[in-house]
């Protein structure tokens, strides 16, 4: 079963018939809110808002290892991350969608394993490709099915947040060879890889990171909200595109 774990601008899938909602307990605490249980383009599916009902949980607050765990235990093998970004690269400027093959982790302080020692024995999981080629490939076919244009590589540097990076970080970062910044990729992708679930991201660039394009003297908040507006009906579509290969044969 797929599920959509939501991001800044995605509090909910449009296409979705709500079955039910559940409050999901874990070993590691609660999700950050409801997973709601549907039907979109005749396959279930289950959704998550990363930063919880209301949009109030700030990315380093997020309960990652129970979002992950939950929808798992809900019966999830497949996750797609949608995600609002930053633009680092030139094919990246605002209201660009893209599924990024890399991650970069800038991030510090979040719990990042389920096997920590404590009661799991260590495990270093294999994360040379981050991301399910797999489940990539798939949203890449439901963009095209869907007449949507998509990025279809790009490295995701995962920052700390919640503020927004000085135009040297991402300058630091571009160096790197990041080309898209965003505040909520990890740990959450390498949680799924311990869990062994397909993970991707799809993420929509809200604005030109620090420094880049016409972000040369600040960001505007409300240049990203209006670009989140504009695009999230895309992101929706490849998502609708997306579910619909997960229908069950019949
Ligand atoms: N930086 C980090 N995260 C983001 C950005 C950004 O510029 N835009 C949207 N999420």
């Not at 959509?4 to 999700?31: C, D, H, N, W, Y």
């Not at 949980?57 to 979002?67: D, E, G, M």
């Not at 244009?149 to 970080?169: F, H, K």
Request: glycine share 12%; aromatic share 6%.
């Amino acid at each position: 079963m797929l599920a959509v774990i939501g991001g800044s601008g995605l509090a909910g899938l449009g296409q979705m018939k709500v079955i039910r909602r559940e409050i999901a307990r874990t070993p590691f605490g609660e999700p950050s809110g409801p997973l709601i249980f549907g039907q979109m383009n005749d396959a279930p599916v289950l959704f998550l808002a990363r930063h919880g009902p209301g949009h109030i949980l700030a990315p380093h607050r997020i309960n990652y290892r129970a979002n992950v765990w939950a929808l798992r235990q809900a019966g999830a093998t497949d996750i797609l991350a949608v995600a609002a970004v930053g633009g680092i690269a030139g094919n990246a400027g605002p209201g660009v969608i893209a599924a990024p093959d890399q991650i970069i982790d800038y991030t510090y302080g979040r719990e990042h394993t389920f096997c920590d020692g404590s009661d799991r024995t260590v495990v270093h999981v294999d994360f040379t490709q981050p991301y399910s080629d797999t489940l990539r490939a798939a949203i890449l076919n439901a963009a095209t099915a869907a007449g949507e244009s998509i990025v279809a590589a790009g490295v995701y540097g995962a920052t700390q947040g919640p503020r927004l990076e000085t135009a040297a970080e991402i300058t630091r970062m571009a160096r790197d060879g990041a080309t898209l910044v965003g505040m909520t990729g990890m740990p959450e992708a390498a949680l799924a890889r311990e869990l062994s679930l397909r993970y991707a991201h799809l993420c929509v660039v809200s604005n030109w990171a620090a420094g880049c394009g016409n972000s040369t003297t600040a960001i505007s908040h409300d240049a990203i909200d209006s670009t989140l507006d504009e695009s999230i009906g895309r992101v929706q579509n490849i998502i609708a595109t997306l579910a619909g290969s997960f229908r069950v044969a019949s």
